[in-house]
């Protein structure tokens, strides 16, 4: 019913920037949460960052000053912005957005295929 489509993962040194970006498509009445987290290998999914559809936003401390998520509702998609990269940014970055689908009245989480991000020295 909601597909996430991610893309701007890659390579970076140390103190570059990525820009991530996230397109929601489908049957959508309306997205209410959209967000992103990151899986580092032998570690669990944590929360990055998310913004609500009033645009309130909450980051890991870990990337506060860092990290900026931004979203556009008409184009239903999600950005985060990745600057003063460091190693321990590693990891596979994943599109989280809590959505209401056309055909239901309740909220649903959906989750894109993830994207790599690598952070080298």
């Known amino acids: 019913q909601v597909q996430l489509v991610e893309s701007g993962g890659g390579l970076v040194q140390a103190g570059g920037s990525l820009r991530l970006s996230c397109a929601a498509s489908?049957?959508?009445?309306?997205?209410?949460?959209m967000g992103w987290y990151r899986q580092a290998p032998g570690s669990q999914r944590e929360l990055v960052a998310r913004?609500?559809?009033?645009?309130?936003?909450n980051y890991a401390n870990s990337v506060k000053g860092r990290f900026t998520i931004s979203r556009d509702n008409a184009k239903n998609t999600v950005y985060l912005q990745m600057n003063s990269l460091k190693p321990e940014d590693t990891a596979v970055y994943y599109c989280?957005?809590?959505?209401?689908?056309?055909?239901?009245?309740?909220?649903?989480?959906?989750w894109g295929q993830g994207t790599q991000v690598t952070v080298s020295s």
């Open positions: 989280n957005v809590v959505a209401v689908p056309s055909s239901s009245l309740e909220s649903y989480n959906y």
């Open positions: 913004i609500t559809s009033g645009r309130s936003t």
């Open positions: 489908g049957s959508i009445f309306r997205i209410n949460v």
